[in-house]
């Protein structure tokens, strides 16, 4: 232990939140060092990585639209499992070296957070991965756990709190207290169904194919959840299913809000689902409490409103909440000698 502090002094401490759309490393004393999409490229029809780190993350993305044919990006964490475990561990490694150094001859101490609907197979993948890039101790941490530690919800005492984290492909809705998941629930619906609810939306209403990029722009730029705000309006460009012809279309944030209606429905539907499952006396805790809201999806303007209302709790944003997850791991590092015995994460090589 003594000289796992003394080795502390010389070496880096990540906390690293493997997001389904996003990759963010937090470092201690330094914030969030590494921000960049969890997508790595591949040739075509396999599932062989570019050569060497030069295919992950931005370099991956913007490599995307810039090269014909044989390469395609892939997102090996999508929908909250990983589809392949050789990808997401030359992605891990890749973000872990990239922070760490090269130089750097002691490896690094990394708290990861992975979704809670992973296996235990998957689990263990991800620490080993962590291990051959180099890390001399991996902690994993379920996500909700680090988001409630980001946000600086009261997650060690013996009052309830509720997460509702909402990423790109899972929504993770939990319920915490005295330091551990007393209920919680992984859906498969997040933020990129969103954007999906949306390309559907211009097929059907406008016979106009628009690209994944353009739907997320739009979800950003005018979609909700909920009439808050004026409304407004903004011009998508597409192709046309009948002629086949670039063309281009005005829509509205009404119909915006219509169409994301039946992902929101799924997501409300998780979080009154989990309330459900509480024990009252924790259902007791959240009427003072409330729902604290994490993830990108966070972000999307009236989600707090419907959740208040299908609730009747308090539904709240947390303050940065696409670097709530990261910077929980990184607050979990620091104080892991006092909560690792209670937080079932240490998962010993
Ligand atoms: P993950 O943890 O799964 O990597 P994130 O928490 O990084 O996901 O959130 C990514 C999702 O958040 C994406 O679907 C993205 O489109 C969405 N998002 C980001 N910013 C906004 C915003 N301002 N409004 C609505 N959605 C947003
Ligand atoms: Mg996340």
């Given at each position: 232990m003594y000289l796992d502090r003394l080795l502390g002094l010389v070496s880096v401490d990540m906390g690293i939140d493997l997001g389904t759309c996003n990759t963010l490393v937090c470092v201690r004393g330094q914030g969030i060092v590494l921000n960049e999409p969890s997508v790595v490229a591949v040739y075509k029809g396999t599932n062989k990585v570019l050569k060497d780190g030069q295919a992950v993350g931005w370099m991956a993305k913007e490599m995307l639209g810039k090269t014909p044919g044989n390469i395609t990006a892939i997102r090996p964490l999508k929908d909250g499992v990983i589809s392949d475990f050789e990808i997401t561990e030359a992605m891990l490694g890749y973000f872990i070296r990239k922070v760490n150094g090269r130089s750097r001859f002691i490896g690094p101490r990394v708290v990861i957070s992975i979704p809670s609907g992973i296996t235990a197979v998957e689990k263990r993948a991800v620490f080993d991965s962590a291990e051959r890039a180099g890390a001399r101790k991996t902690y994993l941490i379920e996500e909700p756990v680090a988001a409630a530690i980001g946000a600086g919800l009261p997650f060690a005492e013996a009052t309830a709190s509720a997460i509702v984290d909402i990423g790109g492909g899972t929504t993770e809705v939990a319920i915490l207290s005295l330091a551990g998941i007393a209920?919680?629930?992984?859906?498969?619906?997040?933020?990129?169904?969103?954007?999906?609810?949306?390309?559907n939306h211009m097929k059907k209403t406008y016979n106009l194919m628009i690209g994944e990029q353009t739907?997320?722009?739009v979800k950003i730029e005018i979609g909700s959840a909920a009439p808050v705000g004026p409304e407004t309006s903004m011009e998508v460009r597409g192709r046309d299913m009948i002629s086949g012809l670039p063309?281009?279309?005005?829509?509205?944030?009404?119909?915006?809000?219509?169409a994301l209606r039946e992902p929101i429905g799924a997501i409300i539907e998780a979080v009154t689902r989990t309330l459900?499952?509480?024990?009252?006396?924790?259902?007791?805790?959240?009427v003072e409490n409330g729902i604290t809201l994490a993830g990108g999806g966070a972000l999307l303007r009236g989600i707090n409103v419907v959740l208040t209302n299908a609730t009747g709790l308090d539904a709240k944003i947390a303050d940065d909440p696409l670097t709530c997850v990261a910077r929980g791991t990184a607050i979990y590092l620091e104080n892991i000698e006092e909560w690792k015995d209670t937080l079932e994460t240490d998962m010993e090589a």
């Open positions: 209920v919680c629930e992984s859906v498969r619906v997040a933020g990129d169904d969103f954007d999906e609810a949306i390309i739907a997320e722009r063309r281009k279309t005005v829509i509205t944030s009404e119909e915006i809000r219509e459900e499952r509480a024990e009252p006396e924790l259902a007791a805790d959240l």
